[in-house]
T-cell receptor, first 113, second 114 residues
Framework: EAGVTQFPSHSVIEKGQTVTLRCDPI?????LYWYRRVMGKEIKFLLH????????ESGMPNNRFLAERTGGTYSTLKVQPAELEDSGVYFC???????????FGQGTRLTVV | QKEVEQDPGPLSVPEGAIVSLNCTYS??????FMWYRQYSRKGPELLMY????GNKEDGRFTAQVDKSSKYISLFIRDSQPSDSATYLC??????????????FGQGTILTVHP
């Protein structure tokens, strides 16, 4: 069974540009989460989808971040326009309904220069 | 004050040693407690999870939760060089819109040298 897959693994963009990160969860997992780790800090929650619906987006830093989950399958996280402080590793995780056992992808390392 | 405190280390031990990793937390509403292992350039991998207080053992790994002290531990017996990684504690609530939302510690970097 395939795990959680994230694309790209690494992205370097200039300040002001737009970047879109993609996450393919484990098949059948209704819960999908985005997390972010900035350098020197802990991994922090960004938002939670249940199928295609946003359940909790309390961790989204500002309105430059837009997350979508089309048809309850894969998810994208768009940053527009990117700022220097957006640099970090973005993780996606998925889990089955009514469980906290989340499986993580390998992460996308975003560098904004 | 952070909700979850974890000493980032680094921690270096010889092969075969017993390793003790710890986290403290401030929110008594946390009910699920997890330990993740993360190798360099990889995503976190779930090692163990416990619900509420108590101990759980899986091979060389033992997780302990003391809710009265808001303190959780992970013990690794007979540590191996392959155990070298970053160990992250994580916690979550049960129910409501926050179900499954994990709050992480900063992670402890562990190196087991031959």
């Amino acid at each position: 069974e395939a795990g959680v897959t994230q694309f790209p693994s690494h992205s370097v963009i200039e300040k002001g540009q737009t970047v879109t990160l993609r996450c393919d969860p484990i098949s059948g997992h209704d819960n999908l989460y985005w997390y972010r780790r900035v350098m020197g800090k802990e991994i922090k929650f960004l938002l939670h989808f249940v199928k295609e619906s946003k359940q909790d987006e309390s961790g989204m830093p500002n309105n430059r971040f837009l997350a979508e989950r089309t048809g309850g399958t894969y998810s994208t996280l768009k940053v527009q326009p990117a700022e220097l402080e957006d640099s970090g590793v973005y993780f996606c995780a998925s889990s089955q309904v009514r469980t906290t056992e989340a499986f993580f992808g390998q992460g996308t390392r975003l560098t904004v220069v | 004050q952070k909700e979850v405190e974890q000493d980032p280390g680094p921690l270096s031990v010889p092969e075969g040693a017993i390793v003790s990793l710890n986290c403290t937390y401030s929110n008594s509403a946390f009910q699920y407690f997890m330990w993740y292992r993360q190798y360099s350039r990889k995503g976190p991998e779930l090692l163990m999870y416990t619900y509420s207080s108590g101990n759980k053992e899986d091979g060389r790994f033992t997780a302990q939760v003391d809710k009265s002290s808001k303190y959780i531990s992970l013990f690794i017996r007979d540590s191996q060089p392959s155990d070298s990684a970053t160990y992250l504690c994580a916690m979550s609530f049960v129910g409501g819109t926050s179900y499954g939302k994990l709050t992480f510690g900063q992670g402890t970097i562990l190196t087991v040298h031959p």
